[in-house]
C-alpha cells in the first residue's frame, strides 16, 4: 500500500497551526532540498532528502537521507514527484511550493499540471486551502460560506458546471483573462462540480480557519 506522502517545498512555509492539522495523514515526509529546513522547524525528520541540494546543506547527521540529483532540467518538485513515482508511492500532497516567487509558484503549478494523471492523489497545501486539479465531477464537502475558487490552468476550462455554490456555473467557460471564477462561496454542506474540457485548479479554503 502507497504511504500517504508530503512533499515540502522550499516556499512559504506551512503556519504550525495548519501543519498540526494535516501532519498525522502522514506516513513518509521528504523534503525537497531548502523544504528540509521547514520540516525539521516543525519538528519532523524528513523520511528522505532529494534534490540538488543547492538551499540545503545536510549536517553529517543527516547525510545518509540525501539523495542528490544535479539534474538543472527540473526542479526540486520534480525530482520528488519522479523519485515517488519510482518508488510506487501515488498518494502525495505537497506545500511550501508557493509564495515569496510568483515565477516559482506558477512552475509549480505546471508540475502539478504535468504529473496529476500519474498519481491517485495529487493535492498542493498552502495556508489558506488545499488546490488539486479536479476530475470530470468532483463533490466537496463544506460550510456555508467557505470560500471557494475555480481555475483555468489550462487557459480555457469549458462545460463547467456547479451546484451548491453562491454564484453557480451551469455548461460555461472560464478563460484567463476573461472570466475568472475566484472567491466563490459555498452555500451549504456540500458543493459539485463538473467539467469537460480543460484543466480545472479547485481551491478550497481550511475550514478550520
Known sequence: ???????????????????????????FFIGADGGTNSLLIHKVLPSVIIGDMDSYQAPA?????????????????????????????????????????????????????QFENQFENLRLIDNFGVHWLAREKEVMETKPG????????????AGISTEGLKYSLNNESLKVGKRDGS???????????????????????????
Open 1 to 27: 500500500m502507497s504511504p500517504k506522502t508530503l512533499i515540502y517545498c522550499n516556499g512559504e512555509p506551512l503556519k504550525n497551526q495548519v501543519f498540526q492539522h494535516f501532519k498525522n495523514l502522514y506516513s
Open 61 to 113: 547527521s543527516l547525510q545518509h537521507l540525501v539523495q542528490k540529483n544535479p539534474d538543472q532540467e527540473t526542479n526540486d518538485l520534480e525530482k520528488a514527484l519522479n523519485y515517488c513515482l519510482l518508488n510506487k508511492i501515488t498518494d502525495v500532497d505537497i506545500t511550501g511550493a508557493t509564495g515569496f516567487r510568483i515565477d516559482h509558484t506558477l512552475k509549480n503549478l505546471s508540475v502539478m499540471v
Open 146 to 157: 467557505q470560500v471557494i475558487s475555480l481555475s483555468a490552468l489550462s487557459g480555457t476550462v
Open 183 to 209: 472567491s466563490n462561496q459555498a452555500i451549504g454542506s456540500q458543493v459539485v462540480t463538473s467539467h469537460k474540457k480543460g484543466n480545472l485548479l479547485i481551491s478550497l479554503q481550511h475550514p478550520f480557519l
